[in-house]
């Protein structure tokens, strides 16, 4: 009586262990998923990839030198960077879809009044349109990167076509600055599938972890709030400077200065925060 009583706790257990484990195994996969397919949530915060995730272990970029690759690795999901370090008080601010001779003139001369250095993530067309713009933000000590050939959504190209989008905006920018960029982002921050590819021809990956939505049409105030609630060590911000109509980004820009300064933060480009190098030349 006793072991028939025995056994059927087993039972009982066991069953409810399966339970467990087919829960915990949908929560695995739903999280796996490729964050970067996901559009910025309203409260701005991009969301981490969490749970079994496809692990980096092997530098699959030329151009990325393997103490690089080992300081850059533990930052990765999926191929993406989201964010810096924890353990370091610093900010990235990053300005996406430039150059626009409309707004980052503007950005530019907030940034230079703080003494702030940012990084831009540009677009080949505008690049070949504005190289002055572009040589500016050097001159000035900003980190450019790319930002695509002409913001479509990467993943929908083939290959060949991904692979000419890619070397063809590193050309522009080189053709612009002199330098050869290794940082990308993706349009709308989308590498699903093919972030290997990316890394191939010599990129890394640099999403973001907070959002302002400036391009959602945010108020300057929504954009603060934002920043106020999301950012923390090493978060990497987006803002953008070049897309639409960005008055409200340029609005805002001092405030969040002022306001992450007061915090204690230390502004940084996103190579000095994962720190390595921005340019293969
Ligand atoms: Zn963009």
Same mark, same amino acid.
């Given at each position: 009586?006793?072991?028939?009583?025995?056994?059927?706790?087993? &039972?009982?257990?066991?069953?409810?262990?399966?339970?467990?484990?087919?829960?915990?195994?949908? &929560?695995?996969?739903?999280?796996?998923?490729?964050?970067?397919?996901?559009?910025?949530?309203?409260?701005?915060?991009?969301?981490?990839?969490?749970?079994?995730?496809?692990?980096?272990?092997?530098?699959?970029?030329?151009?990325? *030198?393997?103490?690089?690759?080992?300081?850059?690795?533990?930052?990765?999901?999926?191929?993406?960077?989201?964010?810096?370090?924890? =353990?370091?008080?610093?900010?990235?601010?990053?300005? =996406?879809?430039?150059?626009?001779?409309?707004?980052?003139?503007?950005?530019?001369?907030?940034?230079?009044?703080?003494?702030?250095?940012?990084?831009?993530?540009?677009?080949?067309?505008?690049?070949?349109?504005?190289?002055?713009?572009?040589?500016?933000?050097?001159?000035?000590?900003?980190?450019?990167?790319?930002?695509?050939?002409?913001?479509?959504?990467?993943?929908?190209?083939?290959? =060949?076509?991904?692979?000419?989008?890619?070397?063809?905006? &590193?050309?522009?920018?080189?053709?612009?600055?002199?330098?050869?960029?290794?940082?990308?982002?993706?349009?709308?921050?989308?590498?699903?599938?093919?972030?290997?590819?990316?890394?191939?021809?010599?990129?890394?990956?640099?999403?973001?972890?907070?959002?302002?939505? =400036?391009?959602?049409?945010?108020?300057?105030?929504?954009?603060?709030?934002?920043?106020?609630?999301?950012?923390?060590?090493?978060?990497?911000?987006?803002?953008?400077?070049?897309?639409?109509?960005?008055?409200?980004?340029?609005?805002?820009?001092?405030?969040?200065?002022?306001?992450?300064?007061? *915090?204690?933060?230390?502004?940084?480009?996103?190579?000095?925060?994962?720190?390595?190098?921005?340019?293969?030349?």
């Amino acid at each position: 009586m006793r072991v028939s009583r025995v056994n059927k706790f087993i &039972r009982v257990g066991a069953a409810l262990l399966s339970i467990g484990l087919i829960i915990s195994g949908c &929560r695995i996969v739903h999280e796996s998923e490729d964050p970067a397919s996901k559009k910025p949530t309203p409260q701005g915060q991009q969301q981490y990839a969490g749970g079994k995730q496809q692990e980096t272990k092997t530098n699959l970029n030329p151009l990325l *030198k393997q103490e690089e690759f080992d300081k850059v690795k533990k930052y990765e999901r999926n191929h993406i960077i989201y964010n810096g370090p924890k =353990d370091k008080k610093q900010v990235a601010l990053t300005f =996406d879809d430039g150059p626009d001779p409309r707004y980052t003139k503007q950005v530019l001369e907030i940034l230079k009044q703080n003494d702030i250095k940012a990084t831009f993530f540009l677009i080949g067309q505008h690049v070949k349109q504005h190289p002055d713009l572009v040589k500016q933000e050097i001159d000035e000590g900003h980190t450019i990167a790319s930002h695509s050939w002409e913001h479509k959504q990467l993943p929908k190209l083939s290959p =060949d076509q991904l692979k000419e989008d890619l070397n063809k905006t &590193r050309d522009a920018i080189k053709e612009a600055s002199g330098k050869e960029v290794m940082l990308m982002r993706p349009p709308y921050g989308d590498a699903k599938g093919i972030g290997e590819t990316i890394k191939k021809e010599g990129f890394l990956i640099v999403n973001w972890d907070v959002d302002t939505n =400036d391009w959602r049409g945010r108020t300057p105030e929504q954009m603060f709030e934002v920043i106020q609630k999301f950012t923390g060590n090493g978060s990497i911000i987006l803002h953008h400077d070049g897309g639409g109509n960005r008055s409200n980004t340029v609005s805002s820009l001092n405030k969040t200065i002022q306001t992450l300064k007061s *915090k204690g933060f230390e502004f940084v480009t996103v190579d000095q925060m994962l720190g390595i190098r921005p340019y293969a030349n």
